[in-house]
């Protein structure tokens, strides 16, 4: 690839381009060498102590209670609430949807209200450990993690299985918490189980992050030289005209027949 290719590649961190997250990504650009670009990653935009943060994704939500059923109406957004610049831009929708989260058992609950701001899994008291984790020292530290108003989340997964605490109330986030973690505005509806739900939202490269990468890219192919071969133009439904080119082809070739038959008609 590399001899075709001009290449920039190298690793990304999501709070760079205004997520509140702390999510790194391997990125790589390559643009032919014959269009006489080198290819650039989008560059840094937030500083670390620009860093957007937990609290200004989601402190407005903190009145609205989540319900745990999928399904549910949308739930009204309190009119009044502290403007971050971070909520104006997710915040485009009156109402809410998949504001949705996990019903927990009794254990759960006592282990929510245990911990702090910051601490995990290894920071409960051994009693409320043993009746469920047979190897609790294997246990990754974003088990049962609090998170911390005043810092970006760590990246974001699948936050029903590892069941991430609100930092101020004791519950597991909702949905649509993890959802503006990610940077996916209020309007954006996800479908289908809770748990598909929770893992779409974990899969997602956070939309800020790939707006970056998409605007620098689209950068980058408009300063080309020499612009990439197309076989064929564009028709109105978007394919190219090359199957428009052949039924001419036909037609020409039908017409030079016909023509040839009446010129032999004629003769004879």
Request: contains cysteine.
């Amino acid at each position: 690839m590399g001899k075709a290719y001009f290449i920039d590649d190298g690793v990304l961190n999501s709070a760079w381009y205004g997520a509140p997250q702390l999510r790194e990504r391997y990125i790589a650009f390559g643009l032919r060498k014959d269009l006489n670009v080198q290819p650039k990653l989008p560059t840094r935009v937030y500083q670390e102590s620009e860093y957007r943060t937990v609290h200004d994704a989601i402190q407005d939500l903190e009145a609205v209670a989540p319900v745990f059923e999928i399904g549910a109406p949308p739930l009204p957004l309190p009119g009044e609430f502290k403007v971050t610049t971070l909520t104006e831009q997710l915040r485009n929708a009156s109402e809410l949807v998949n504001h949705i989260t996990t019903e927990t058992r009794e254990t759960a609950k006592k282990r929510f209200e245990a911990l702090e701001p910051g601490q995990n899994f290894h920071d409960l008291d051994r009693s409320l450990i043993e009746d469920t984790y047979t190897r609790p020292e294997r246990t990754q530290n974003s088990i049962y993690l609090r998170l911390e108003y005043q810092k970006p989340s760590g990246t974001v997964t699948n936050v029903r299985k590892s069941m991430w605490i609100h930092p101020k109330i004791p519950r597991a986030i909702s949905i649509r918490e993890a959802a503006r973690l990610q940077t996916f505005p209020d309007n954006f509806e996800f479908i289908g189980t809770k748990d598909s739900q929770y893992q779409q939202v974990g899969n997602a490269v956070p939309p800020m992050m790939a707006k970056a990468i998409a605007e620098k890219l689209a950068d980058l192919l408009d300063s080309c030289n020499t612009p990439p071969e197309v076989q064929g133009g564009l028709s109105d439904d978007g394919f190219t005209d090359s199957r428009t080119e052949k039924q001419n082809d036909v037609e020409n070739k039908g017409q030079e027949h016909s023509a040839r038959n009446d010129r032999q008609e004629v003769s004879a």
